[in-house]
């Protein structure tokens, strides 16, 4: 079993930045992909960034350029470093684990919320 957990959500003006860190615990295999995902109130749950063991990454076209993720496969933990939020980007954001045979786990969701 695989336990995700999640920090660094909260409240954040327009044009400010938060850094979110996921860290992973239990039988973890060193083949994996770690990601964000987000859903906002009466929105589906959509991918933000992920990243995989070997550092490819993907992101979400709406944050391409303000935010960044990236990962420490030694200490299992991904981080996405958001800058230039947006009241859009408000959202309770998940941390995702996925191995290739489709074993998915999830972290409970920390929420970021940006003022305009």
Do not use: H
Request: include cysteine; hydrophobic fraction near 35%.
């Amino acid at each position: 079993q695989v336990q995700l957990v999640e920090s660094g959500g909260g409240l954040v003006q327009a044009g400010g930045s938060l850094r979110l860190s996921c860290a992973a615990s239990g039988s973890i295999f060193s083949i994996n992909v770690m990601g964000w995902y987000r859903q906002a109130p009466g929105k589906q749950r959509e991918l933000v960034a992920s990243i995989t063991s070997g550092g490819s990454v993907t992101y979400a076209d709406s944050v391409k350029g303000r935010f960044t993720i990236s990962r420490d496969n030694g200490k299992n933990t991904v981080y996405l470093q958001m800058n230039r939020l947006k009241p859009e980007d408000t959202a309770v954001y998940y941390c995702n684990l996925r191995y290739s045979n489709g074993a998915n786990f999830w972290g409970q969701g920390t929420q970021v919320t940006v003022s305009s």
